[in-house]
């Protein structure tokens, strides 16, 4: 599923990019049949290859097309001009499918890496198996209502995935703990952000994109009294803001070891109560924003199915 998500990122625009640079070569080419528009035709072809490198009967399609069209469009070309384009272009294009095909393996690659993290935290603590993924989905609606770019909202769900993967290095007889922690015990929780920036603080990518931001910051409050690092306000990265707001609902509204599920109205009023102080005031406005918006879609539907049912015994 995930790597299903971040081929569609971007392939469909880079195939609208083809055929935007392929339609104003023409158009040059048309309007000005003297000049060499030779740059347009080689840009298009580098984003035919990015677009379809997953489709190669299209692939070689358009390929040949473009050279046609190349072709056609020079004034007074001879047949061995044809050859070399077709050898140009299609190797312009090859070139630029196999570095997406290669683009994409690493960011499977990297998605599988998380999967299997996570699904090795999940092993270890039955009561949060889910929890991670439903985060990252909670997170990625916040991210979305708060119109936040496509690129943030990918590492915000990814980060959501990542959160609490510090808990694998958390002893068990403290992580499944049924009764009250002690306080050393739970200082011992505290440390999971830390042992998780330490885990993949190596891989550039995740350093890069701001996933590790998530990792560990994501317990930090907004009136600065969470931890690790005591961070305040906008000193904590937007997407641990976000994430933190996510983890806490999900946290309350999940049955966990030491106790049983919380009602989901006493955990929105929660979230409502400590805004501003615990969490960042914008970012609990668009989660909330979410929940009424559901509740005010549950409430049509509620009326439309009476109306309907008043029609029927009228009928």
Known sequence: MLDKFVEKIGKYNYRYIFFIFLSLSLFLSIVFPHNDNFVFYIVSVIFLGIGFYNKPVLLLIFSVLVVCFRFYFVPKAEESVFFIYLVTYFLVTFISACMMLYVQKVKKDSLDLTESLINALDSRDSYTSDHSENVSRYAMQIAEKMNLSKDLCNVIRTGGLLH????????????????????????????????????????????????????????????????????????????????????????????????????????????????????????????????????????????????????????
Do not use: C, W
């Not at 703990?177 to 885990?199: D, Q």
């Not at 600065?224 to 983890?247: H, M, Q, S, T």
């Not at 609990?284 to 005010?296: C, N, R």
């Open 164 to 315: 609490d993967i510090g808990k694998i290095g958390i002893p068990e007889n403290i992580l499944t703990k049924t009764g009250k922690l002690t306080s050393e015990e739970y200082n011992v929780i505290k440390t999971h952000p830390v042992i998780g920036y330490e885990m993949l603080k190596h891989v550039e990518g995740l350093k890069r994109n701001g996933i590790l931001d998530i990792v560990l910051y994501h317990h930090e409050r907004y009136d600065g009294k969470g931890y690790p690092k005591g961070l305040k306000g906008n000193e904590i990265p937007l997407a641990a803001r976000i994430v933190g707001v996510a983890d806490a609902f999900d946290a309350m509204i999940s049955k966990r070891v030491y106790r049983i599920e919380l009602d989901m109205n006493f955990a929105l009023n929660e979230i409502r109560r400590n805004k501003g102080t615990q969490f960042d005031p914008e970012v609990v406005d668009a989660f909330l924003d979410i929940f009424q918006e559901k509740d005010i879609k549950v409430e049509r539907k509620a009326i439309n199915l009476i109306e309907s049912h008043k029609k029927t015994e009228t009928i």
